[in-house]
C-alpha cells in the first residue's frame, strides 16, 4: 500500500458523491481490493466524490485502525480523480477532533460530521462541539443533519449559525422534507453548499439548486446517478432528467422506506457485480425474497436491467 500523502482535489464540492460501502470478506473482514475496484468503478462511471465512513459504511462498526485502512485504501484508489470526504463520527467531541485531525493529515479533502451520537447534546452544547473541531482543522466541514438516526436534529436557523464557522462549508440534509432544502438554500445558500441527503426528493432538490447529491444507492447505480446530476444542473433537461428519475425511483423508495438501508445497499450492490459482502452484526444480510424485491426495482430502470 502507498504511504504518500494522496493529492487533494480543489475546488468547491458540487455533485455526486457516493456514500461509499465497505465490502467485507466472508469472515467479515474489510475486503482491501473490492474496496479499491469499487472506488475505480464509481469514479469511471461519473461520480464526482467519494464518503467513506459514513452510515452506509458501517463506521460504528470498525476498529480506529480499520477506519484509518478504509481511508488510505480510498484515498489510494481516487488517485486524485475524485474527491474524498471522511466520516469522522463519534460519541465525542474528542474523538470527532481526532478523527477529523486524522483526516486532514491523509490528505482528504474534508471531513463529514452528524452529531454526536447517544448523549443528545442541546443546542448551545451542539455548537460549541462544531466551533471545536472547526478549530481544530483546516480543512471543511459538510455537516450531516439526520435526526432518524443522531436523535438530534439541526434545523435551518441552527445550521445559519453554524455557518459562520470558518471551516463549515456545506450540509448534507437527511431529514427528507423538501422544504428544509429550500428553507436551507434561502438562509444559507451563498456560504453553504447544500447537499440532498435523502434520494427520494433528488431531483426536486437539485432543480431547485442543490449544489449535489450524497447518497448511498450510488454504489449501485453510479451512472444513473451522475447523468441525472448532469441533466438537471448542466444541460437542464429536466424533461429528460425526470423520465431518468422516475426509473431510479423505485430502488431509491425501496431503500428509503425498507428501514434496511444499508443490508439492502450491499445486497443491491452485490446483484449489480459487486459483491460487497454482508453488514458487520448487528446488520444482517438481505433474505433472498429481499434481494428478489430489490432485483425487480432495479431492472425498472436501464442500468439495472442487468441486475442478476
Known sequence: MKTGK????????????AA????????GEIDCDKLGALVDHLIRQGVNGLVPLGS???????TSEERERVLLLT???????????????????REVIAYSRQAEALGCDGVMLAAPYYSLPRPDELYAHFRAVNNAIGIPIMLYNYPGRTGVDMPPEFIERLAGLRHLRYVKESTGEMPRITELLRRCGGRLG????????ALESLMVGATGWVGGVVNVLPA?????????????????????????????????????????????????????GAPRRPLGPASAAERARLRAALRQCPEGRRAR
Request: proline share 4%; hydrophobic share 45%.
Open 56 to 62: 452506509t459504511g458501517e463506521y460504528y462498526a470498525l
Open 224 to 276: 444513473s446517478h451522475a447523468r441525472l446530476f448532469d441533466l438537471v444542473a448542466v444541460k437542464r433537461d429536466y424533461a429528460a432528467a425526470r423520465t431518468l428519475f422516475f426509473e431510479m425511483l423505485p430502488t431509491l423508495e425501496l431503500m428509503e422506506g425498507g428501514g434496511k438501508y444499508t443490508q439492502w445497499v450491499k445486497a443491491a450492490c452485490g446483484l449489480m457485480g459487486w459483491d460487497c
Open 6 to 17: 494522496p493529492q487533494q482535489q480543489t475546488g468547491r464540492l458540487q455533485g455526486v458523491l
Open 20 to 27: 461509499l460501502v465497505t465490502p467485507m470478506r466472508p469472515d
Open 75 to 93: 484515498l489510494e484508489a481516487a488517485e486524485g480523480r475524485a474527491a474524498v470526504v471522511a466520516g469522522a463520527n463519534a460519541g465525542s467531541t
Open 194 to 201: 447544500v447537499f440532498c441527503g435523502c434520494d427520494t426528493i
